[in-house]
């Protein structure tokens, strides 16, 4: 049975640190392209992060460039997101996802984070607050 499961969210104050895990069972994440994903209330889903089959450095979008980052551990096949920094716009469920591809497309606006993705996790919420 295909699964992810994310977890290591909480609440925390503004400028705190957490960091969250997505572990897949059923298949090798090293032989997928992952995403971080996020939810705020109200709002629609956000790229967080991604990153390729073969990359080797992820990208992210700018809401959270410089404080954010993305790792894998293969041997545990599991990826990470450290968040530093952390402010109440962060608050929202963060989703980790795995598929084909991921894509950073750089506009005026900005950067996004979007690509395919097959398999999605259940949510960790996030809540960044005094």
């Known amino acids: 049975q295909v699964q992810l499961v994310e977890s290591g969210g909480g609440l925390v104050q503004p400028g705190g640190s957490l960091r969250l895990s997505c572990t897949a069972s059923?298949?090798?994440?090293?032989?997928?392209?992952i995403g971080w994903f996020r939810r705020a209330p109200g709002k629609e889903r956000e790229g967080v992060s991604c990153?390729?089959?073969?990359?080797?450095?992820?990208g992210y979008a700018d809401s959270v460039k410089g404080r954010f980052t993305m790792s894998r551990d293969n041997a545990k096949n599991t990826v990470y997101l450290q968040m530093d920094g952390l402010e109440p716009t962060d608050t929202g469920v963060y989703y980790c996802?795995?598929?084909?591809?991921?894509?950073?497309?750089?506009?005026?606006?900005?950067?996004?984070?979007?690509?395919?993705?097959?398999?999605w996790g259940q949510g960790a919420q996030v809540t960044v607050s005094p």
């Open positions: 059923g298949f090798t994440l090293d032989s997928s392209a």
């Open positions: 996802a795995a598929g084909q591809f991921c894509s950073v497309v750089t506009t005026e606006a900005g950067s996004t984070i979007q690509g395919s993705y097959r398999y």
């Open positions: 990153v390729g089959r073969s990359d080797s450095s992820p």
